[in-house]
C-alpha cells in the first residue's frame, strides 16, 4: 500500500473515532435498571405522581393542613359547670364593662316596697338595656378597681358608716354561735338556719335604723328586702351567687342615697365584703347551706363569684404572683388572708377532695390565663353574662325608686 493511502485510512479512522466519542457526550447513558419507587399523589392514594401507575405500598397519613381535622374528641368529659357554647361565645365577643358614677336620687323621694319584675329572656333584654343595668354593673366594676393592687391589710379610709355595716355583720355572726346547728341525718340545709334568718328579718329594720340619716329613714322599706335576701333562701335552705348580688344592691342602694361614698368603695371590698364573705362561709359550714341553682349557675365556685372579681383586681400587676401561681400551696397558705382570689382558692380546695381540674375545672382553665388583668375582665364579662343576664337568678332581683325597672 502507498504510503499516502495508509495515512488517509488512518485520519478516517481517526475521524470516526472523534464523532463517535462526540456522540458519546450528546447521548445521556441508559438509566440503570432499578425497582421504580412510586411517589404519592397528593390528590389520589392509590396511583404514583411520577408515572401514574398503581401503587402497592400503603400511602402516608393525611396532613391537616387546608383539611379540616375530624371532631376534636377530649379526654376529660366536659365539666357540668361549664357554660354552654353559646354562652362562652357570648362572654369572648362581649366588651369589658367600665365603671361608673353612681347617680345619687334628689328629693322629693318615693321610696317603695320593691317587687320582681323578671319573667323571661325577653324582660332581661329589656333590664340590660336600661339605665339602672349599667349603672349597677358600672358600680362592680367601680368596686373592683378601688382595690387593683391593694391587700385586704392594707390601710384605707374608714367612715362611720363603714364601721357600722362591720358592726351588723359581726352582729349576724355572732348569731350563729348563738343558734347551733340542729342534730338531723339530712347532709344539706340544717333546720337551725331559718331560726337565724327569722331572727335577721326581726331585727333588720332596727338594725338599717341604726346608721341611717334621719332623712333616709323612710327608706327602710325598700333598702331592708335586698339585705333580708342577701344570705340565703329560708324555704330552701340554699345560697348562690343571686343571693350575692343582692348584697351588692344592698351596698348601691345605700351609694344611690348617698350614705356610700366613692371614697368608701375600698374600705367596702377590703372591709365590708372580706367580712361578708366570712360570715357567708360561716353560715354554708355550719348550717350545710346547699348551692342554690345548677352548682352556682356555673358559678366558679358552689356560691360565689364577686370575691373572684374583686380577688383578681387585686392581683393585677403583682410582681411575683400570676394566675398559676393558685396551684403553689405555699402560696395559698402565706397568702389567702391578703388577696381574695387565693382565699376563695384555699376554701375550695379545703371543702373539695380529689384533683383540682377535676372539681374545679373551670378555675383550672383561667389558671392558664397570662395575667391577672386578663382574668379581670374575663370574669367581669363572665359575671354579666352568667348571672346579670340569667332568668333563674334575676327572677328573684327586686326594683324600686332606687333600682328601677324602666
Known amino acids: ?54 401503587t402497592t405500598i400503603t400511602p402516608p397519613p393525611q396532613s391537616w393542613s387546608g383539611v379540616s381535622p375530624p371532631n376534636y374528641r377530649p379526654i376529660r368529659a366536659p365539666a357540668i359547670n361549664l357554660p354552654p357554647n353559646n354562652s362562652q361565645q357570648a ?17 322629693p323621694f318615693q321610696f317603695q316596697i320593691p317587687s320582681k319584675k323578671i319573667h323571661s329572656p325577653e324582660d332581661i333584654r329589656h333590664f340590660h ?17 378601688s382595690v387593683r393592687g391593694h391587700k385586704i391589710s392594707d390601710q384605707c379610709y374608714e367612715s362611720q358608716t363603714l364601721i357600722s355595716i362591720k358592726s351588723i355583720l359581726e352582729t349576724l355572726m355572732d348569731w350563729i354561735d348563738e ?27 332596727s338594725l338599717m335604723l341604726g346608721f341611717l340619716p334621719q332623712e ?85 365556685d358552689d356560691y360565689h363569684f364577686l370575691p373572684f372579681i374583686f380577688g383578681s383586681s387585686q392581683l393585677i400587676d403583682h410582681k411575683y404572683m400570676k394566675p398559676k401561681s393558685i396551684h403553689n400551696d ?8 391578703e388577696y381574695m382570689y387565693l382565699s376563695c382558692i384555699a376554701f ?24 391577672w388583668k386578663k382574668v379581670n375582665g374575663g370574669l367581669l364579662k363572665m359575671y354579666r353574662t352568667e348571672v346579670l343576664e340569667k332568668v333563674p337568678i334575676m327572677q328573684h332581683f327586686l326594683f324600686g325608686s332606687l333600682i328601677k325597672w324602666e
Not at 405555699?330 to 388572708?337: G, T
Open 1 to 54: 500500500m502507498k504510503p499516502e493511502t495508509e495515512i488517509s485510512q488512518a485520519m478516517e479512522e481517526t475521524r470516526k473515532e472523534e464523532e463517535d466519542e462526540e456522540q458519546s457526550q450528546k447521548t445521556p447513558p441508559p438509566p440503570p435498571t432499578t425497582t421504580h419507587k412510586h411517589h404519592f399523589n397528593s390528590s389520589s392514594t392509590t396511583t404514583c405522581c411520577s408515572c401514574g401507575e398503581p
Open 179 to 205: 343558734i347551733p346547728p340542729a342534730q338531723q341525718s339530712s347532709r344539706y340545709g340544717n333546720y337551725s338556719y331559718r331560726v337565724w334568718n327569722e331572727r335577721l328579718v326581726e331585727k333588720s329594720d
Open 216 to 300: 333616709f329613714r323612710p327608706a327602710v322599706i325598700e333598702i331592708v328586702p335586698y339585705f333580708t335576701d342577701s344570705f340565703g333562701n329560708s324555704s330552701r335552705i340554699d345560697y348562690g351567687t343571686g343571693h350575692e348580688t343582692n348584697f351588692a344592691a344592698w351596698l348601691y342602694c345605700l351609694a344611690r342615697l348617698g350614705v356610700i361614698k366613692e371614697e368608701d368603695y375600698h374600705g367596702i371590698v377590703c372591709r365590708v365584703f372580706v367580712k361578708y364573705l366570712a360570715l357567708m362561709r360561716k353560715l354554708q359550714t355550719v348550717y350545710c347551706l346547699e348551692p342554690a341553682g345548677s352548682h352556682g349557675v356555673w358559678g366558679l
Open 348 to 371: 375550695v380546695k379545703k371543702v373539695k377532695k380529689g384533683l383540682f381540674a377535676e372539681h374545679s375545672p373551670l378555675l383550672d382553665d383561667i389558671s392558664g390565663v397570662p395575667n
Open 129 to 145: 338595656d336600661s339605665n339602672s343595668f349599667k349603672n349597677f354593673l358600672g358600680f362592680v366594676v367601680a368596686l373592683s378597681e
Open 330 to 337: 405555699d402560696i395559698l397558705e402565706n397568702f389567702s388572708e
Open 91 to 107: 362572654i369572648i365577643l362581649a366588651p369589658v364593662p367600665q365603671s361608673q358614677k353612681v347617680p345619687i336620687i334628689s328629693s
